[in-house]
T-cell receptor, first 116, second 113 residues
């Protein structure tokens, strides 16, 4: 498809389990971003990729969170030992260059994570 | 610290009237501003943007106004339609420094038929 896709669309897990969330950006977009939206909150930045490298990981809330991107395309966000406060909608976005901001980011539909 | 603020969590407007959604920011380095629209169970959809070199950008029924001195922007929708009912997020970024967008908490617009 032409847009950003994410999988799974919904994920329910038990506290303490690991989860992997996947993002397929728009073809040709070199920049990829992960955000999360907790209930009643705005979108919170997690991590930014330029190609396969992540020059900005400043938003990752703890060392339980990690992300990688391979082939300049697909990215996975991994949350280890999930906690109930990790419950949120995790959104992926991509943009054409990502250099220095000033670009429109296009979002996927999100993955709704519920940690019981 | 919320650098982008949308102080009205909700707004109701009659169909055909103007909807005005407001957004304030605190970081003077922000120079690119966007509005996104979000329906339930979907990701945010880009609506309209404005660069800090402009004070107005218009696209059909949607116009964004930027007042840099007041660090304020607004989105005008006219005429409002029931299909415009959604949550609207204001976002900002800076060309220098962080590449990510800073989002407000959103305003839920309801257009009453």
């Amino acid at each position: 498809g032409a847009g950003v896709s994410q999988s799974p669309s919904n994920k329910v897990t038990e506290k303490g389990k690991d989860v992997e969330l996947r993002c397929d950006p728009i073809s040709g977009h070199t920049a990829l971003y992960w955000y999360r939206q907790s209930l009643g909150q705005g979108l919170e930045f997690l991590i930014y990729f330029q190609g396969n490298s992540a020059p900005d990981k400043s938003g990752l809330p703890s060392d339980r969170f990690s992300a990688e991107r391979t082939g300049g395309s697909v990215s996975t966000l991994t949350i280890q030992r999930t906690q109930q406060e990790d419950s949120a909608v995790y959104l992926c976005a991509s943009s054409r260059r990502g250099a220095g901001g000033g670009e429109t980011q296009y979002f996927g539909p999100g993955t709704r994570l519920l940690v019981l | 610290d919320q650098q982008v603020k949308q102080n009205s969590p909700s707004l109701s407007v009659q169909e055909g009237r103007i909807s005005i959604l407001n957004c304030d920011y605190t970081n003077s380095m922000f120079d690119y501003f966007l509005w996104y629209k979000k329906y339930p169970a979907e990701g945010p959809t880009f609506l309209i943007s404005i660069s800090s070199i402009k004070d107005k950008n218009e696209d059909g029924r949607f116009t964004v106004f930027l007042n840099k001195s007041a660090k304020h922007l607004s989105l005008h929708i006219v005429p409002s339609q029931p299909g415009d009912s959604a949550v609207y997020f204001c976002a900002a970024s800076a060309r220098i420094g962080a590449n990510n967008l800073f989002f407000g908490t959103g305003t839920r617009l309801t257009v009453i038929p």
